[in-house]
């Protein structure tokens, strides 16, 4: 299967759409000061803090971003008379800003207000901070602006595990994926899965908007996973963390038989775990893709049976040739003092040292 495909990206977002997704979805109250279009485009994730724009230096001023006004802009603008403020803000008003918000409930002057209106800009206050509010917004425009490509196969969630089935049409994709949902699993998507990468490193799996979790299953036509088996069967999102490739057994063919060296596959620029699964009638692959997700599990957190197995080997092997035998280590008296240590040290720490900016 073919996975490395140019990643699509969306070329712009209206002001609108990001006023409703603060204001719907994420709940942040931004009230609109002046009534002009919000038909301008957005076309960077990025914000921007025109300081030096306000100041005058307008020869790197990134005018195409969303304009955040904080505690420090709206300060710099209060310290001038009436008539130089407006001289300040005139720095801006002629180019094209996508829109300005104002954090922290700050007062905004009419006259400067009149001239953004004047010049089409929409200007938005919350009463946020400006470190929250611009959380805020540059997550959602880095999610909007997200590299993203579709692919053929079935995202199944196992065991916790964003488990990505891929193969040649008709190898048995979406039965094994339904098989998956009836012992317990939740479809997050079929046929058509869009992956998008968040951040450099994570990637999320989801289906389109018409298919949603549909599938399709041979010589039967379409069902609906959701109606079926209910809720508890779907997912609308999971993080891509393995891809199965089915491949159809060939005796010629040299298959991994150990795990030591375990292979990626590059997607959107990230790598993630690939394993080619040869498959043959009779052969249960639910089962082995179920283990698969458990083994990802004790590889995450830091046991690899490939490694322990292949080290007994080599410890069986050193101690044969050299004719020693292991010196036997007393466990109780170690882990008596290992308990003892812990009951000494009082400092509470957490079980995990960090918490990676997930996503479920």
């Known amino acids: 299967m073919d996975f490395n495909k140019q990643p699509l990206k969306k070329k712009d977002i209206t002001v609108a759409e990001l006023y409703d997704a603060l204001t719907e979805r994420l709940g942040v109250s931004l009230e609109r000061l002046n009534?002009?279009?919000?038909?301008?485009?957005?076309?960077?994730?990025?914000?921007?803090?025109?300081g030096l724009a306000l100041a005058g230096f307008t020869n790197l001023f990134t005018y195409q971003r969303v304009q955040i006004l904080g505690n420090t802009e709206s300060r710099?603008?209060?310290?001038?008379?009436?008539?130089?403020?407006?001289?300040?803000?005139?720095?801006?008003?002629?180019?094209?800003?996508?829109?300005?918000?104002?954090?922290?409930?700050?007062?905004?002057?009419?006259?400067?207000?009149?001239?953004?209106?004047?010049?089409?800009?929409p200007v938005f206050r919350t009463s946020l901070s400006t470190t929250k509010f611009i959380y805020l917004v540059t997550d959602f425009l880095d999610d909007q602006f997200a590299p993203y490509q579709v692919f053929h196969g079935s995202m199944v969630d196992v065991y916790g595990i964003g488990v990505f089935f891929a193969g040649r049409s008709g190898i048995g994709k979406s039965e094994i994926?339904?098989?998956?949902?009836?012992?317990?699993?939740?479809?997050?998507?079929?046929?058509?899965?869009?992956i998008t990468r968040k951040g450099?490193?994570?990637?999320?799996?989801?289906?389109t908007e018409v298919m949603g979790h549909?599938?399709?299953?041979?010589?039967?036509?379409?069902?609906?996973?959701?109606?079926?088996?209910?809720?508890?069967?779907?997912?609308?999102?999971?993080?891509?963390?393995?891809?199965v490739e089915l491949m159809e057994w060939d005796s010629k063919t040299?298959?991994?038989?150990?795990?030591?060296?375990?292979?990626?596959?590059?997607?959107?620029g990230v790598p993630v775990q690939h394993i080619q699964l040869p498959i043959y009638p009779g052969k249960n692959i639910t089962v082995i893709a179920e283990v698969i997700a458990l083994n990802y599990l004790l590889k995450h957190y830091g046991y690899d049976p490939a490694q322990e197995l292949d080290k007994r080997v080599l410890e069986k092997i050193a101690e044969q040739s050299n004719g020693d035998k292991k010196s036997k280590v007393d466990?109780?008296?170690?882990?008596?003092?290992?308990?003892?240590?812990?009951?000494?040290?009082?400092?509470?720490?957490?079980a995990i040292e960090y918490f990676e900016h997930d996503f479920e």
């Not at 994926?177 to 869009?194: C, Q």
């Not at 040299?254 to 959107?268: F, M, N």
């Not at 466990?331 to 957490?350: D, G, I, L």
Request: charged share 35%; glycine share 4%; aromatic share 8%.
């Open 214 to 243: 549909f599938m399709e299953i041979r010589g039967l036509g379409f069902i609906n996973v959701e109606k079926i088996f209910g809720v508890r069967a779907v997912r609308y999102q999971k993080r891509l963390e393995l891809v």
């Open 331 to 350: 466990t109780k008296t170690k882990f008596s003092f290992s308990v003892n240590k812990v009951k000494r040290n009082p400092k509470k720490s957490r």
């Open 177 to 194: 994926a339904l098989d998956l949902v009836e012992r317990g699993h939740r479809l997050v998507a079929d046929d058509a899965v869009i």
């Open 254 to 268: 040299e298959y991994d038989r150990t795990g030591l060296a375990p292979k990626s596959i590059d997607i959107l």
């Open 200 to 207: 450099e490193s994570v990637l999320m799996a989801s289906g």
């Open 35 to 50: 009534k002009v279009s919000m038909k301008r485009k957005i076309v960077e994730r990025d914000i921007h803090r025109p």
């Open 76 to 121: 710099f603008l209060k310290q001038f008379s009436p008539e130089k403020r407006r001289e300040v803000f005139a720095n801006i008003t002629p180019y094209k800003i996508p829109c300005i918000c104002i954090t922290d409930g700050n007062d905004f002057d009419k006259d400067l207000l009149k001239m953004a209106t004047e010049a089409r800009i």
